[in-house]
């Protein structure tokens, strides 16, 4: 659903391929920027230090509400990220966390998602026919 917003002409009408895998990991970076800028105010409150001068950064409700929405942004970007490298996002973290579950020797697991190796075959046709991987141009934020 993410990656047809992204693509699609009534959504962002912004083709992967035009922004390189640094440019969607970059824009990753911009958003957990915004929600540690936030969360930095929030520990403001926390140890009674002035510092936060607008009205939106004295509430702490709405301060860890806007962290949230940034934190969301991070994983919409880190998506679109990963799609731009051939994998799934939720399939790829399902895979990473169950290893890491395997190797403490923790019985937490995460079932479901698609295939066992992240890639789904018509991302596997799309990366072979892509001579394209690293090129690219600009855009905007928040597909």
């Given at each position: 659903m993410?990656?047809?917003r992204c693509t699609a002409p009534d959504g962002f009408n912004h083709p992967l391929a035009s922004w390189?895998?640094?440019e969607w990991t970059?824009?990753?970076a911009g958003e957990?920027?915004?929600a540690c800028n936030l969360a930095k105010k929030l520990i403001r409150h926390r140890d009674g230090v002035p510092g936060n001068k607008k009205a939106e950064d004295q509430d702490t409700d709405s301060l860890r509400r806007r962290i949230a929405e940034e934190l969301a942004d991070v994983v919409i970007y880190c998506?679109?990220?990963m799609a731009s490298v051939g994998y799934d996002l939720a399939t790829t973290v399902r895979d990473v966390f169950n290893r890491k579950s395997q190797e403490l020797g923790s019985p937490y697991v995460l079932d479901g998602v698609r295939g066992e190796s992240g890639l789904r075959s018509d991302e596997k046709i799309a990366l072979r026919n892509s001579d394209n991987a690293d090129g690219g141009v600009g855009g905007e934020?928040?597909?």
């Amino acid at each position: 659903m993410n990656l047809a917003r992204c693509t699609a002409p009534d959504g962002f009408n912004h083709p992967l391929a035009s922004w390189s895998t640094a440019e969607w990991t970059n824009a990753v970076a911009g958003e957990v920027g915004e929600a540690c800028n936030l969360a930095k105010k929030l520990i403001r409150h926390r140890d009674g230090v002035p510092g936060n001068k607008k009205a939106e950064d004295q509430d702490t409700d709405s301060l860890r509400r806007r962290i949230a929405e940034e934190l969301a942004d991070v994983v919409i970007y880190c998506d679109l990220a990963m799609a731009s490298v051939g994998y799934d996002l939720a399939t790829t973290v399902r895979d990473v966390f169950n290893r890491k579950s395997q190797e403490l020797g923790s019985p937490y697991v995460l079932d479901g998602v698609r295939g066992e190796s992240g890639l789904r075959s018509d991302e596997k046709i799309a990366l072979r026919n892509s001579d394209n991987a690293d090129g690219g141009v600009g855009g905007e934020d928040r597909h």
